[in-house]
Structures are given as C-alpha cells and as structure tokens.
C-alpha cells in the first residue's frame, strides 16, 4: 500500500513540477490565449524541489516492489501489487518528462 502511495505522490509531484509550462504550452498548440495562465508560473521557482520529491517517491516505490520482499503472497495483494507497479511506472514517465519538457520545448520552438 505505501508503494502506490509513493507512486501517486510522485505523479502528484510531477504535474507540479510541469505546471508552469504544460498549461500555457496546450494553449499555445490549440491557438486559444488565456490571460489567467500566467499566475502558474509562480510555482517555477518551485519545480527542483518537486522533481526531487517526486523521484524520491517513485525511487522509493521501486524499492518497495522490486527490492523488499513481500510479506504477504495472497490475492488481493496481487492485485494492490499490480496497480501500484502501474501507479510507479506512469509516475517514472511523468517525472522524466516533467525533467526534459522545458529543455525539448525550447529546442522545438526556439526561444
């Protein structure tokens, strides 16, 4: 159960950190402007700090699936086991895109 806890607190921590960028980008590519997008990059200064909470929960997560042994080999556990291995792997590839976004965004349209 802490693993898939783990796994949405990084998914949680990478949104945060993407924040800034992904909202006013999406506006951007759909040609529609929104004033209001610009109070989101008062969390800029705050994306390392969310990246770094993000992969300590997911490094975390991973440690608890793949390194620890599990205690308890019954059904449901499987089941919880499953979704949190989904909830940590969508988190991983949120927080590496989160981690490159403002990097490949420039590269793509200049800046």
């Excluded at 997560?61 to 499987?78: G, Q, V």
Aim: charged fraction near 15%; charge should be positive.
């Amino acid at each position: 159960m802490r693993e898939m806890i783990s796994g949405l607190l990084g998914t949680i921590a990478s949104l945060l950190a993407t924040s800034c960028c992904i909202g006013p980008t999406l506006f951007v590519v759909f040609g529609v402007s929104a004033g209001g997008l610009g109070y989101l990059t008062v969390l800029e200064p705050y994306r390392p700090i969310f990246l770094i909470i993000g992969y300590v929960a997911v490094a975390y997560s991973f440690y608890k699936l793949y390194i620890k042994d599990p205690k308890c080999a019954c059904e449901e556990s499987r089941r919880i086991k499953k979704l949190s291995k989904g909830i940590t792997w969508t988190a991983l590839f949120l927080l590496i895109f989160a981690t490159v976004y403002p990097y490949v965004f420039v590269k793509i349209y200049g800046g």
